[in-house]
């Protein structure tokens, strides 16, 4: 498996409005950043590097987080089908485009 040596500019914006949202979140709740990161079972320095927006915090870490700050419905939304435009306008295309009446066999019940 390769790594890719930076994310995508997209992907990294997104990470830091992630982290940033993560930072509020927690700010408001009045926690601090040692408070937060041992209720989650990680260092002081994973939640920062996760606030920052930086690479290397897990999927699962910061789910965790999320959901110590009481968020993880809004993680759930995530590439949600029903969101999916761009997939459904995929499943539609390969969907047959005539349907098959059936044969009448003289049965008019």
Known sequence: MTHLS???LE???VMQRLGENVRLARVRRRM?????????????KTLATL?????GASLATTL?????LGLLDTAAALAAPEADEHGKI?????R????R????????F
């Open 11 to 13: 992907v990294m914006t």
């Open 101 to 108: 009446h059936p044969v009448d066999n003289g049965n008019d």
């Open 64 to 68: 965790t987080v999320l959901w110590k």
């Open 51 to 55: 606030e920052k927006g930086t690479p």
């Open 6 to 8: 930076a994310p995508p």
């Open 90 to 94: 995929l499943e539609a295309a390969q």
């Open 96 to 99: 047959p485009h005539r349907v």
């Open 32 to 44: 601090g950043q040692e408070e937060l990161a041992q209720s989650c079972g990680v260092t002081r």
